[in-house]
């Protein structure tokens, strides 16, 4: 083997040692890229909701999760169920649970394991055992539930829509900025890996959104850079139920509630319950 060659192979096994510690690493560390979450406990009122009570959900795993939750106006209103994103805690979906609040609908504002001072590591399966805890919570209390889930909480929300196949358990799907799944997500980001074979949490929204039978509303922002809007349109595109898409102009991926969603979403809201005649 001559010297020239001797280093091209010696730089060859370098560079795959070298991609191979940094897919490891991926792969290792993935929990934490996609879990980034805020760990201590807050009160309603930190949120301007002080009216709403902090209760627990058990899931069938033997975690007590907290959560917020406040009835509807009466019991014939919706109970809104937010699912929270993956940086962020149950607290930072209190501007919509305030609106949704003031309007009369019921609402449970959703805690995840390992977040807001909640005991458990996060993981995808663990995190559909925890909205399935919080949908028998809101359940016991024979309210009408529809599902709200932002990034993240798309793919618990998703998840229990596809499930709830029996007729009136769930009434209306709501996105914010939802994906197609994460490993589409993560490919944006380390395209040169195999994010494929390294995702071990797959959150496959878009196998799973053609089983909900419920409306469905996918909302999302133009200028969203963490997900791209061609998630939400795919989504939109395998959706069977009655479904609507709002592409929001020059919303990004936080602010899509104050940049038009909520009137969609309200209007939704409104439709469900006309429908059924309980509307205000």
Same mark, same amino acid.
């Given at each position: ?121 996060? %993981?995808? $399966?663990? !995190? /559909?055992?925890?909205?399935? +805890?919080?949908? *028998? ?5 024979? @309210? ?86 061609? %998630?939400? $349109?795919? !989504? /939109?595109?395998?959706?069977? +139920?009655?479904? *609507? ?5 020059? @919303? ?29």
């Amino acid at each position: 083997m001559t010297g020239a060659t001797a280093l091209l192979a010696w730089f060859c096994g370098a560079c795959a040692a070298t991609y191979g510690a940094a897919a490891a690493t991926l792969f290792w560390m993935q929990g934490r890229l996609i879990y980034p979450g805020e760990w201590r406990r807050r009160e309603p009122k930190e949120a301007g909701l002080a009216d709403m009570s902090v209760v627990t959900a058990t899931t069938a795993d033997g975690l007590d999760l907290h959560g917020w939750y406040k009835a509807p106006a009466s019991s014939r209103r919706l109970t809104v169920v937010l699912f929270h994103g993956n940086g962020e805690d149950l607290s930072q979906r209190g501007h919509i649970a305030r609106a949704l609040l003031d309007c009369g609908y019921g609402v449970y504002l959703a805690e995840y394991r390992g977040y807001g001072g909640n005991s458990g590591i996060p %993981h995808e $399966a663990g !995190l /559909y055992e925890d909205g399935r +805890a919080a949908l *028998r919570f809101v359940e016991r209390t024979n @309210a009408r539930i529809v599902l709200h889930g932002y990034s993240l909480g798309s793919g618990v929300a998703v998840q229990l829509a596809a499930e709830a196949q029996a007729p009136g358990r769930i009434e209306g799907l709501i996105l914010e900025a939802p994906f197609t799944r994460i490993a589409d997500v993560a490919a944006r980001v380390f395209w040169f890996m195999p994010v494929g074979l390294l995702v071990r949490d797959q959150y496959d929204n878009l196998a799973k959104i053609a089983r909900v039978r419920v409306p469905v509303v996918i909302y999302g922002g133009t200028n969203d850079n963490v997900i791209p809007p061609q %998630h939400f $349109a795919h !989504l /939109y595109a395998h959706t069977a +139920a009655p479904r *609507r898409l709002l592409m929001l102009e020059g @919303a990004d991926h936080t602010n899509c509630w104050e940049r038009g969603g909520s009137e969609t979403v309200l209007r939704l809201l409104e439709d469900i319950e006309k429908a059924s005649g309980t509307g205000r």
